[in-house]
């Protein structure tokens, strides 16, 4: 028997202000970012999963967009720290998950759907060692944090 586990992805207004920090403290003083070091582009934010059990199987994506838009969320592969390491582009996930709406009022949710699920199972797999995931949402076509509703549905064994 498997109970469904819904987890809504988190803004993380904390890290997202440090990395956005970090962008503007290598501007002002002229510096390139370190090889490898992925800057946060104005258009993202950090986002968390926290995961109150460990064994989960990915079972779909609950992603509404209050109008249309695009949104794309990457995660990250290694257990990075925010608050004491740069995001390096080598920690990002793929494939990412794409979700959009097209302009007309009627449209429906759209992704690239096998992308979305292997995404999903990946997240699922690294549930098994972590109790914290970060994301970067980045918002595009006129979507933004507060036109974005999304979480994850996964199985776990009772």
Not at 59 to 79: E, K, N, Y
Request: proline letters at 4%; glycine letters at 4%.
């Amino acid at each position: 028997m498997s109970e469904k586990i819904e987890l809504p992805f988190r803004l993380d207004t904390q890290l997202t202000e440090v990395m956005r920090l970090r962008v503007q403290s290598l501007q002002q003083r002229s510096q390139k970012r370190q090889e490898g070091e992925r800057l946060l582009r104005a258009n993202e934010a950090v986002y968390r999963l926290d995961f109150s059990k460990q064994s989960l199987r990915f079972s779909h994506w609950t992603v509404q967009l209050a109008q249309p838009g695009r949104l794309t969320i990457m995660a990250t592969s290694q257990l990075w720290t925010p608050d004491l390491t740069n995001l390096m582009t080598r920690q990002l996930l793929e494939p990412a998950g794409v979700f959009w709406r097209a302009p007309t009022s009627d449209a429906p949710m759209q992704c690239y759907e096998a992308d979305a699920a292997e995404f999903g199972e990946r997240i699922a797999e690294l549930a098994k060692v972590r109790k914290v995931m970060y994301f970067l949402f980045a918002f595009g076509d006129g979507c933004s944090p507060e036109t974005v509703d999304c979480s994850i549905t996964f199985l776990a064994d009772k």
